[in-house]
Structure formats: C-alpha cells, structure tokens
C-alpha cells in the first residue's frame, strides 16, 4: 500500500485503484472527524484555543497535504495505465491551489476590512467556485479511475470499456 499511494510513477490496474482509492476515502473521513472533534474541544474549552488548537489546526492540515498527495499518486498511475494525459489532474490541483489562496485572501479580508469592492472583496466567492471546480475535477478523475478499462485506450474514450484500443482492425463480414 505504500508504493501505491506514495510515488507517483507506475501504472496499476482498476482494482489496485479501486484498493487505494477505498483506503484514501476512509483516511479523508478519519480527518474529518479529527477536526470535527478539534472544533468541538475549541468550542468546550475557551484556554484550549491559545494552547491546543493551533497545534491540531497544523496536524489537520499536514495530514491534509499528505492526503491530497496520496491522491495525486494513485490518479497519476491510474491515468498513465490508460495511457490519458494528466493535464484534468494538474488542473484539479491548480484549482485546489486558488481555492485555497482565494479562502486565505477571503478571510484576511474579514478580518482586516481591506476592501469593501474589487477582487479582494470577492475572493468568497471566487474560492467557492474554484473549489467547487476542484471537486468536479477530482469526481471526473474518480469515475476515470473507477470504471475505466484496464487497457490502454484513446484519449477521449477513457469510459467506454467495450471499445477496442486504438490501432485495431476489425475482419470484415463476407456477404
């Protein structure tokens, strides 16, 4: 499982895939669950937010950065197995990363009340949508992962397992 999910180069099968992706699913709820409860104790315990939070809010994010790698290894190998380019996986990452500057820029805005209009002002809403682009990426991947053929295939046909790979003539019917 540890050359699976940790080096990006290789390529596996549907089934190896579907192994790793099951394995990474329970390890992102796992996180949620641990900030769920770091967000509970911050909300119990006002002393805990100067002593503990910050100190979960790093773990939760380490462990965020290592999941989000995790997922880049097995994507990677996935798509290279079907021979498909890894451009809709650089773009997922892409959007996770203005997603993420955007909530940053976002909230110092909240905070500090820099702009009342412009981009700043709109970063919200901007980081909802890269996010969400984020997220369809990553469902488009999944699917690609999960129901694409186990061969190499065109690019274009990565979800239609009944076809043949590329170069393959079919006989023709004699009449």
């Known amino acids: 499982m540890r050359e699976l999910l940790t080096v990006p180069e290789g390529t596996i099968s549907r089934a190896e895939f579907r192994r790793g992706a099951v394995f990474l699913i329970l390890l992102c709820a796992g996180l949620v ?3 769920w ?3 509970q104790v ?3 315990m006002a002393w805990m937010t100067v002593a503990v939070v910050p100190f979960m809010g790093l773990l939760v994010f380490s462990a965020a950065c290592s999941i989000v ?3 880049y290894c097995l994507f990677a190998k996935r ?3 079907m021979s498909q380019q890894l451009h809709l996986l650089h773009a997922m990452l892409g959007a996770l990363v203005l997603g993420g500057a955007a909530l940053l820029a976002d909230y110092q805005n909240r905070t500090l009340s820099l702009a009342n209009d412009g981009l700043l002002a709109q970063a919200g809403n ?3 949508l890269a996010i969400f682009a984020g997220g369809l990426f990553f469902l488009i991947l999944l699917g690609m992962g999960w129901f694409g053929p186990d061969h190499r295939v065109p690019p274009g046909n990565c979800l239609a397992p009944g076809q043949k790979p590329a170069g393959t003539k079919t006989p ?3 009449s």
């Open 33 to 35: 669950l641990l900030s």
């Open 37 to 39: 409860a770091a967000a």
């Open 42 to 44: 911050n909300r119990s």
């Open 69 to 71: 790698y995790f997922w």
């Open 79 to 81: 798509l290279r197995a």
């Open 126 to 128: 901007l980081a909802v």
């Open 172 to 174: 023709d019917k004699q």
